[in-house]
Structures are given as structure tokens and as C-alpha cells.
């Protein structure tokens, strides 16, 4: 992805997005657009017109952190938003990590990473990348997303929310899981430009999915950190689970997520009966090996 056309689009579209109402100014007459003008970001950034028109002609290449604050405050944006800006304003700058060797290893769990994630019996725990490939999973996780790994899903959760139609099942509310999705994978896009299996990834789904293909040109990014999300699985039914996210510092891109239900809820009920039906599977993989290589995470590169 073009650094520069990602910052200008990414811009322009926070700007179309900021109403004069919203950004406290005062306006008469009619307008041709319902965001605000570049004349009306610069005014309220402290920076000229001009220097305002380059900086959202994507040439971020020396911005000051303080100018980058200003642009921010004026466009409203949030924490995701921000961080992206700056993200942007680093790759402009040459700061971005150069791109990474090759390496045929796959990416595997270390032991304690993989204990950590076993003694999570009460929901489903798992580590994802930034493009949303689920590397490692306790045994409630396997079985909550089972569906994620069979095709087209391949373990990732942006290729079944956008290629497998029982994605619009197991997320009631659709629409918004996909937002989501496409805002962590533009997410991202900005913190690592150079990571050419995102953009295959991306390719793939905008060539496949008219859905992903028009949230991706929304622009829109997201931190993942917390929330509560409803669900439908095929074997229990109806969950509504709590989330947090935290980064590994010993992986840095990594993710550690886990899905809780709240004490003495029908989805904690829903959750038991699944790590039921999920220890009895795994009974029945254990004397069926094909059946256990298709279900675990697939190794993947970082």
C-alpha cells in the first residue's frame, strides 16, 4: 500500500466525516459537503492553509509530533485514529521497520505460552496476529471457532467473516463484527506497511468480497482491547461474552484474547455444555489423528 495515498485518503475521509456543528464553528449559507473544509481543519490545527494541503496531500515525511497533535485535535480524532496518524507519519519518515526476511519456520507457541492458554477453562482463550490469524487456542477456543478453521476460513477470522456465509449465523449482528474486522486489519495496514502476507490477505478479500472491499475504503481503524459481544454457535446457541485483549511483550504484534461469561448467565450454561461437547470431540480425535490435524490452528508465519 502507497504510504501516501493511505494518508491522504485516510485524512480526507476524517475530515468528510467532522460536521462545522461537531467541530464547534459557526456556518450560514449552503455547503456543497457536510464535513468540514481544509481551510476550516488548518484554522483550528494553527497551521496555514498550505501547510494543512500538504500535509493531507500525504506528505506527512517531517511533520512535528506537535503539528500531528494539532491535526488530531482539530479532526477529533480517537486514540486508534491518533495512533494511526502517527503511524503513517513514521513510515513518511523512514522509520519503518525494514522488511523482514523470509524465514521457513513457521511460527509455533512456546510451551508456557501454550500453559497459559490451557489453564483457561472457563472460556475461550486465544492468540491472533494483526491480520487476524488465530496461531493458538485453549481447548474451548477450538471449539468456539471450530468453524473458523475449515475453508474458506483457514484459520483466520477476516477470511470466514468475509468468505464463509456462516459468518452471518455465528455473528448475529454481522455488520458490525465486519466493521471491526476491517478496522483491525487497516489497523494494521498502518503499523506494519511492509507485511506482504496482510497485503495479500487484503487483496484477496477486496477481490472476493464487495463487502470488505467498500469497508476498506471507509477508512476506518479500531483498538480491540475490551467490549462484550453476542454470538451464535451451531452446537449451544445464543453467547453473549465479555472480551479483553492484551498484547504480548514478549511477541510484539500479538494478541492474547479471552471470552468470559458472566457467573451464573445462560451463556456461562452454554459455555459449560460447549467444553462438554468439546472434551468429547476431543476423546474422538485422539483415536482419529486426521481429524485433530484439521482441527488445531494452523502454524503460521509472523
Not at 21 to 39: D, F, H, K, M, W
Not at 103 to 110: G, I, S, Y
Not at 182 to 188: G, K, N, W, Y
Request: charged share 30%; aromatic share 8%; hydrophobic share 40%.
Amino acid at each position: 500500500m502507497d504510504n501516501r495515498s493511505e494518508a491522504r485518503e485516510f485524512l480526507m475521509s476524517r475530515r468528510a466525516n467532522l460536521t462545522p456543528e461537531q467541530a464547534g464553528l459557526t456556518v450560514s449559507g449552503q455547503r456543497r459537503v457536510a464535513g468540514l473544509r481544509r481551510s476550516e481543519v488548518a484554522m483550528l490545527a494553527d497551521v496555514s492553509i498550505e501547510y494543512y494541503a500538504k500535509i493531507e496531500r500525504g506528505n506527512l515525511a517531517g511533520v512535528s509530533d506537535v503539528v500531528l497533535e494539532a491535526v488530531a485535535r482539530a479532526l477529533q480524532l480517537d486514540d486508534a485514529e491518533r495512533e494511526h496518524l502517527f503511524d503513517l507519519a513514521r513510515v513518511a519518515g523512514g522509520a519503518a521497520q525494514p522488511v523482514r526476511k523470509r524465514n521457513p519456520k513457521r511460527w509455533v507457541a512456546r510451551e508456557s505460552l501454550t500453559r497459559a492458554l490451557d489453564v483457561i477453562t472457563y472460556g475461550p482463550a486465544f492468540v491472533r496476529n494483526g491480520r487476524m490469524d488465530i496461531l493458538a487456542t485453549n481447548a474451548l477456543g477450538r471449539a468456539f471457532y471450530d468453524r473458523v478453521f475449515d475453508r474458506p476460513g483457514q484459520g483466520n477470522l477476516a477470511r470466514f467473516c468475509f468468505l464463509d456465509e456462516r459468518a452471518k449465523e455465528f455473528y448475529p449482528d454481522w455488520e458490525a463484527a465486519s466493521d471491526i474486522t476491517v478496522s483491525i486489519l487497516r489497523t494494521e495496514a498502518g503499523r506494519d506497511p511492509r507485511d506482504k502476507q496482510l497485503h495479500d490477505l487484503i487483496g484477496e478479500l477486496s477481490t472476493r468480497s464487495d463487502a470488505f472491499r467498500t469497508r476498506w475504503g471507509a477508512h476506518n481503524v479500531r483498538r480491540h482491547g475490551s467490549g462484550t459481544k453476542n454470538f451464535q454457535h451451531h452446537v449451544v446457541g445464543e453467547l453473549t461474552l465479555s472480551y479483553e485483549g492484551m498484547e504480548l511483550t514478549a511477541e510484539p504484534g500479538l494478541s492474547f484474547l479471552i471470552y468470559t461469561a458472566e457467573p451464573g448467565s445462560a451463556s456461562q450454561e452454554r459455555l459449560d455444555l460447549l467444553a462438554s461437547w468439546a472434551a468429547t470431540a476431543h476423546q474422538q480425535e485422539d483415536t482419529d489423528p486426521q481429524k485433530t490435524q484439521a482441527s488445531a490452528p494452523k502454524e503460521t508465519s509472523l
